[in-house]
């Protein structure tokens, strides 16, 4: 099984700040990774996958990156409405996995 | 617009046997492969299990094989998980996910999810 890091584990920030949360997989995934945002109540909502590429609708003030092992989200200008959980997954093997989340929380 | 809309959830025994269902809507449910996604009160996502177009191919997570069975009506527009011997650890909020592309499991629809407690 393919072990997913978030890290840090909450990260706080204040509007307007850029915000950089990091995922790490235990063995390479060719940059087969989506990135997920979660709020309270709510269903997730897939924002990236391969990596790079945005979901329909989602906002360009997110961009993911990454290869190998080491991949990252970054909310270039935090809005009010950006607070909340993200997730990693990587979808290169079975089973599928997810990382254990970043709460991005207002400073 | 596709709509996902989960169904089933109770507080069941440990030991006994829930069923869950997902009614889709607002694309044709047989061109996607589906799976359930679960979240337990104060932890991450956990995927559980995921089904093929055709419901030929089932895939499951280590914590579920065995106990677990993903199915789907496509004359119904319907996703199930049948979950027997349900523990503790299974508490939790299950929700159906779509996959958006051939090949790759990564979801970009999700229902609102049910409510899944086991406890004595």
């Known amino acids: 099984e393919i072990v997913m890091t978030q890290s840090p584990a909450t990260l706080s920030v204040s509007p307007g700040e850029r915000a950089t949360l990091s995922c790490r997989a235990s063995q390479n995934i060719g940059s087969i990774l989506a990135w997920y945002q979660q709020k309270p109540g709510q269903a997730p909502r897939l924002l990236i996958s391969g990596t790079s590429t945005r979901a329909p609708g989602i906002p360009a003030r997110f961009s993911g990156s990454g290869s190998g092992t080491d991949y990252t989200l970054t909310i270039s200008s935090l809005q009010s409405e950006d607070f909340a959980v993200y997730y990693c997954?990587?979808?290169?093997?079975?089973?599928?996995?997810f990382g254990g989340g970043t709460k991005v929380e207002i400073k | 617009e596709v709509q996902l809309l989960e169904s089933g959830g109770d507080l069941v025994h440990p030991g006994g046997s829930l069923r869950l269902s997902c009614a889709a809507s607002g694309f044709t449910f047989s061109n996607y492969a589906m799976a359930w996604v679960r979240r337990a009160p104060g932890k991450g996502l956990e995927w559980v299990s995921a089904?093929?177009?055709?419901?030929?191919?089932?895939y499951y997570g280590d914590s579920v094989t065995g106990r677990f069975t993903i199915s789907r009506d496509n004359s119904e527009n319907t996703l199930f998980l049948h979950m027997d011997s349900l523990r503790a650890e299974d508490t939790a909020i299950y929700f159906c996910?779509?996959?958006?592309?051939?090949?790759?499991?990564?979801?970009?629809?999700w229902g609102q999810g049910t409510l899944v407690t086991v406890s004595s």
């Open positions: 996910a779509k996959r958006p592309v051939p090949t790759y499991y990564y979801f970009d629809d």
């Open positions: 997954q990587q979808y290169n093997n079975w089973p599928l996995t």
């Open positions: 089904i093929s177009e055709s419901g030929d191919h089932t």
